[in-house]
DNA sequence: GCTCCTTACGATGGACGTAAGTATG
DNA sequence: CATACTTACGTCCATCGTAAGGAGC
């Protein structure tokens, strides 16, 4: 199965009518019910009621919309998520500093200004001994990092 | 994109290597190469390093990753569910009993065995004055309802 | 020179549309 | 008799594999 399956799917059960689930899917009537067909064979369930006169889901049917729906939501999600991980938006830093950064107050207010900028930006702190902050590459946990801030020239990301 | 693409690239976030990963994923290394290529050209974002000798995330492609395996996660899900549903293992069922019965005791007994048989049944008990009962098919809320219960000729679902 | 990712190109399978079939109201 | 889901069948595109190219060690 696909997410095309599911995306038929779900306009299907929207709709609660083949031929107009079909137009605003762009396909034909056909195509949506041997699609639709797929889905029921790989499942061995039922999904819809078909009257010839009217389609219904069955409860089987309501069950699977709630969780295709789900993941074509999960996908958008995803899709989201690389296209603003690719122009830098969206990712994990990792601040290291040193303790005597954190009283000047300097931290908070970059780190304000940062996480307003890019509110997906997920910041991780952690205090470093001024000789353990880490170079570009060997940070632990396997991180990987390609943003790089510099505060006060004790900040290394 | 389909589910194929992100099948695709779980398995060489993997590996990192394309040959294993499509080894692992039974098609050619240039098909997987095409396939991935067609992920990062719909994101426009890059997901992999590639060095020709060495193949590594981007911090995009980290992100990607584990948004991906999230939706592969929740379709395994939803294909389960459909699947069970569709055995009638698993939906909602709502119970209306009338208050009388709900001194017996008999409601928990029969509750706690059909939950111990049916976990994945959503149970949603409501009071219901006596001539309200339903008729099966007009219960509220458009809730689909295939099973039956009676209990004690009191319990209507 | 070997490994391995990529580009090029030809083949096969599946999604798709058209047309015909059938049932319902 | 009209509507609408389905079956049948032919077409076309996309995925796939094979073969060749090129870069790194």
């Not at 219904?56 to 709630?66: I, K, P, R």
């Not at 074509?72 to 830093?93: C, H, Y």
């Not at 890019?118 to 991780?124: F, I, S």
Request: net charge neutral.
């Amino acid at each position: 199965m696909e997410l095309r399956h599911l995306r038929y799917f779900v306009v299907l059960a929207e709709e609660l009518h083949f031929t107009r689930a079909a137009e605003r899917l762009n396909i034909s009537p056909p195509t949506l019910t041997v699609q639709i067909q797929e889905i029921e064979r790989t499942l061995s369930a039922q999904l819809l009621n078909r009257t010839k006169r009217s389609v219904t889901l069955t409860s089987a049917g309501e069950v699977f919309l709630s969780e295709a729906r789900r993941v074509l939501k999960q996908f958008a999600t995803a899709e989201n998520a690389g296209r603003r991980a690719g122009r830098g938006e969206l990712g994990r830093i990792e601040i290291g500093y040193v303790a005597s950064a954190a009283y000047t107050g300097i931290l908070q207010d970059q780190m304000n200004q940062f996480t307003q900028n890019y509110p997906d930006v997920l910041l991780k702190v952690r205090e470093f001994p001024m000789d353990k902050l880490p170079q570009r590459g060997n940070l632990t946990d396997g991180v990987i990092l390609d943003h790089f801030l510099v505060v006060q020239d004790f900040l290394y990301v």
